[in-house]
């Protein structure tokens, strides 16, 4: 049996307090500004040390107070216990696993590993490419710590290149462009291979609750693949080298790097065509869900490990039935968190083992 306990201090509106999550499916009913979200964020917050809803921590602290701090304690169905501690005190941040201080976040990865699905994800289907890159990458940097470690270093080699193009420091740029080009194949293989996996998913389940088939989605990297006499090849380092050069005057003039993974695009398609710009919302919204979905689906593949779910007031643009249909199709999870406002007809959804509570002024009481 899961046991997840969550020790809240000055976190937002919450009320100071130990609230017990021990159980497969939790609700969390209420109307809106009642602490609903922020239950979610401090879940969040334990799992990945930082929140989904301001990259700012100081917002984070309740009115009138100087710090917070969340004591989680997750025994997940394999009955691996971990125990992670965050305090934030006069604007600096202390994070301890097991009782053992981190040093950098990505050591919390598969601690408390969640997927979220939140109503910013509606990004991913409508939103600038960027928001698709991002889910990517988050998608690959949960089981992946060197992946994380490719980013870092791509962003501080571009970092540096576009510094030297706004310069007009060109002495070094060749130098750059190896780095840049090496690292950069890097992100965009393992891109690849992920859009490929996603795809065995996302689209036979956007069929099953939509009823539209041959949505796929479709990875355009910057550094495009080589065409051969027969098919296509993967890129090297010295193809990369040569469209660098080609952009160079272009880069110069531009006064940034104008190709690379951070210039990749993501995009659905149907028929041919992209999906998106002709879609509804409601379709747009099934888009956003759905990817959540396949993000833990791929996790659990790739692991082995359930994810936790959490879902805040995600299916409010879905019909009754998509909704039914959705929940029924959730991936396997060690846990699963949801908020509801009034009137959500949740009855429909929720199990006999369902727990829920209900959330007002940041207290939260048990439904009988």
């Known amino acids: 049996m899961p046991f997840l306990s969550l020790n809240l201090c000055n976190f937002r509106n919450l009320k100071n307090d130990i609230i017990n999550l021990a159980f497969k499916e939790v609700y969390f009913a209420g109307e809106n500004g009642q602490g609903k979200s922020n239950l979610l964020e401090a879940l969040y917050y334990s799992a990945y040390g930082s ?14 107070q100087q710090n917070f701090s969340i004591s989680s304690f997750y025994t997940n169905s394999s009955e691996s216990t971990q125990q992670i501690r965050v305090i934030y005190d006069k604007g600096k941040k202390q994070i301890e696993k097991n009782g053992k201080k981190i040093h950098d976040r990505k050591e919390l990865i598969n601690t408390i590993p969640c997927v979220l699905f939140c109503h910013n994800d509606m990004r991913f289907a409508t939103g600038e490419p ?4 991002f889910f990517l990458d988050q998608s690959l940097t949960m089981y992946d710590s060197l992946y994380i470690d490719d980013l870092r270093n791509y962003r501080k080699i571009l970092k540096t290149r576009n510094l030297l193009l706004k310069e007009k420091n060109y002495s070094m740029i ?18 690849k291979n992920a859009i490929f996996q996603f795809n065995e998913i996302f689209g036979k389940l956007y069929e099953q609750i939509s009823g539209i088939e041959g949505v796929f989605i479709q990875y355009i990297p910057s550094w495009k ?6 098919g296509t090849k993967f890129p090297d380092v010295n193809d990369v080298l040569s469209v660098l050069s080609e952009k160079r005057e272009q880069d110069k003039i531009m006064c940034t790097t104008m190709s690379g993974p951070h210039r990749d695009k993501i995009v659905f398609v149907k028929d041919g065509s992209q999906f998106v710009p002709n879609a509804s919302t409601g379709q747009c919204r099934l888009i956003s869900l759905l990817l959540r979905v396949a993000q833990a689906v791929y996790y659990t593949r790739i692991t082995g490990i359930k994810p936790v779910l959490l879902m805040d007031d995600v299916m409010l643009e879905l019909d009754p039935e998509k909704r039914q249909k959705l929940t029924a199709m959730l991936p396997e999870y060690d846990q699963l968190f949801c908020t509801f406002l009034p009137g959500e007809p949740y009855e429909r959804y929720k199990k006999e083992s369902t727990k829920i509570y209900t959330i007002k002024n940041g207290e939260w009481n048990e439904q009988k």
């Open 130 to 133: 960027e928001h698709r890159r």
């Open 51 to 64: 929140s989904f809803r301001t990259h700012i921590d100081s917002q984070i602290i309740k009115y009138g």
């Open 174 to 191: 060749d130098i750059y462009d190896v780095q840049l080009a090496q690292k950069g194949l890097e992100i965009q293989k393992k891109r």
């Open 225 to 230: 693949e080589i065409k051969m006499e027969i």
